[in-house]
Structure formats: structure tokens, C-alpha cells
């Protein structure tokens, strides 16, 4: 999608038209399966200021031989996303969250789930085109659907009488994988398994 002529790099035969980029405020986060079940928790969806999306690292294996070194990719870690709530004035944010806490672990009786499926529970962070409403529903241009996830940390801000500026609760979410899909196809598999049903809308 061109945005203008004769202002971008020139490639092989390209005139050098720039391409539109993403727009970083265009976007939702969807969850399911957090805190109460079958609730799809559109207040949560509703209330995000920011989350930050994937990031993978390899461990390195190095292989030692005569004068040299090679390197190999070992295993994967995805590490935590964080999201940014507004706190607010109907506590709906901090219910939500504090459900899903208590599914993990029960702090009144000091009793946790048996297995991780008592708990766990899955995002998707959609980038959006900027359309909004019945007749120019939004389109994704790219999802990331994180599977196996659990709060790992939450901080719920802080009151200061000096600053008018709002109450932020912000949590730290740890997954299990995580899938990038770009038109009905995960980027990071062989095959596609955008329909595979791993993430069914609540």
C-alpha cells in the first residue's frame, strides 16, 4: 500500500515508493478464558493503554573444534508481554484481574490449581486498519495469539496528590508459545493453523 512516489528507497526497477507502516495505536487486545469462566472480558479489552508484543530468544550451543568455534540455536524462550490497564472507577479492571489471580492460586486458603489447565488462559494482540463500527469492521493485519498464559506479575499503580495524571494497573503475562498470523497462515510454522481452534473467542 503506497503512501507516496519518489520518497523511498529505489529497488530494482522500484521508483521508490514508501509503504504505509503500521500505526502503533491501532490495535486491541482479546482474552479468553481469563478469570471467570466463559467470560470474555470485553472490560479489559476496553481499558488497555499499551502492551508490548513478542520477543523470542535461542540459548546459544557452542561447539568447540580445533581452532575455532561454531554456534548453534538451542532451545527457545518467549519472553513475558506486558500490558497496561486504566484502573477504572468501577473496579471492573482490577475484578477481572484479581479472578483470574484467585484461579491460580487461592490466597485465603492458601490453596493452588492441581494443573495448569485450571488456570492458564489465552491473548490475542490483533494490529488493526483503523476502521471501527458494523458496516467497516476493523480488518487484522497481523495477529499474535499466546497460548498457555498465566500473570506472572501485577503492579496496581500508585496515588499521588501531586498529578492528575490516571490510576494504571500494569501486568506481566507469562506463555507458553506463541503463534504470528498473517493472512490465515502462523509465520513461524510450516503450516498454517490459524483455524486450528486453540483460540476460540469467548
Known amino acids: 500500500m503506497p503512501v507516496i512516489s519518489n520518497f523511498g528507497v529505489p529497488v530494482d526497477g522500484n521508483d521508490g515508493t514508501t509503504l504505509m507502516p503500521k500505526l502503533q495505536y491501532r490495535f486491541r487486545v482479546v482474552f479468553n478464558g481469563i478469570g471467570k469462566a466463559g467470560d470474555a472480558k470485553k472490560e479489559l479489552t476496553q481499558n488497555v493503554v499499551s502492551v508490548s508484543r513478542p520477543n523470542m530468544s535461542h540459548e546459544e550451543v557452542i561447539i568447540d573444534s580445533y581452532n575455532s568455534k561454531t554456534y548453534l540455536a538451542g532451545k527457545h524462550t518467549w519472553e513475558p508481554v506486558t500490558i497496561v490497564f486504566r484502573d477504572d472507577m468501577k473496579s471492573n479492571v482490577i475484578k477481572a484481574l484479581g479472578e483470574q489471580l484467585n484461579k491460580q492460586v487461592d490466597h485465603s486458603d492458601q490453596a493452588s490449581a492441581i ?34 498464559c498465566f500473570i506472572q506479575n501485577v503492579q496496581y499503580g500508585e496515588l499521588n496528590y501531586a498529578t492528575s495524571d490516571m490510576v494504571q494497573v500494569t501486568l506481566t503475562l507469562r506463555y507458553d508459545h506463541a503463534e504470528h498470523v498473517i493472512d490465515a497462515q502462523d509465520v513461524l510454522s510450516k503450516e498454517s493453523r490459524a483455524d486450528s481452534g486453540e483460540f476460540a473467542q469467548g
Not at 476502521?131 to 499474535?144: H, I, L, M, V, Y
Open 115 to 148: 494443573a495448569g489447565e485450571g488456570y492458564k488462559f489465552a491473548v490475542e494482540i490483533q494490529t488493526l486498519d483503523g476502521n471501527n463500527g458494523q458496516n467497516t469492521a476493523p480488518e487484522q493485519f497481523d495477529t499474535w495469539k499466546l497460548m498457555g
